[in-house]
């Protein structure tokens, strides 16, 4: 088996530390701690050019605030910039109870899973971007996941009210929970894992 590319180990090992040390619930640090373990094992590598978003424009002053930082999050944005013309990005595409900039306001970039730079069946790992003032719509899905924020964002589960975990802080979805995420004045940038 080939030895992982040092890029993506780099954006591997910065974000379980930044899972690691967000205190959430019990739930979401077992999560993470599952798709890390499962990560000691590199999958295959697709580094080819792929195709932008809209919302890709707005990656740069996400990751502004961590352009000089040595810290985890540093790393992340290091890691993201170095692979970004490899990432596998799409677009959701159900835009019920979205925003009406949400298809050209956001993108999901895959690191380590299905389309991503590292070809995953078990798990996914990457983040979310979006552009100012978009709201992404109530979606759930089988599989669970946990999310750690690099700017602020709002989140929501079950239809509640709205919460600001902050930079740093983040959210647990159980699997099928009914989940939403909102940027506000500024660019939105999340990681997330899940378990598939």
Request: aromatic letters at 10%; proline letters at 8%.
């Amino acid at each position: 088996m080939q030895s992982r590319p040092k890029e993506i180990q780099a954006f591997i090992d910065a974000a379980r530390i930044l899972f690691a040390v967000e205190t959430r619930s019990k739930e979401a640090r077992d999560l993470a701690v599952e798709i890390f373990a499962r990560l000691e094992q590199p999958g295959e590598f697709r580094f080819e050019t792929r195709e932008r978003f809209p919302a890709c424009d707005s990656l740069d002053k996400a990751l502004e605030p961590y352009s000089d930082a040595d810290d985890e999050y540093g790393q992340v944005a290091k890691s993201i910039k170095a692979l970004e013309p490899f990432i596998g990005w799409s677009r959701r595409m159900t835009v019920a109870n979205a925003s009406p900039n949400f298809l050209e306001g956001h993108a999901n970039g895959m690191i380590c899973g299905p389309g991503g730079i590292e070809q995953r069946r078990d798990l996914q790992l990457g983040f979310t971007v979006m552009k100012p003032d978009v709201r992404y719509p109530d979606h759930s899905h089988p599989p669970e996941e946990t999310y750690v924020l690099m700017t602020a964002g709002e989140f929501r589960k079950d239809r509640g009210p709205w919460l600001s975990p902050g930079i740093g802080g983040g959210i647990h979805n159980a699997p099928n929970a009914v989940h939403a995420v909102r940027s506000d004045d500024n660019p939105f940038l999340a990681l997330w894992c899940l378990k598939i």
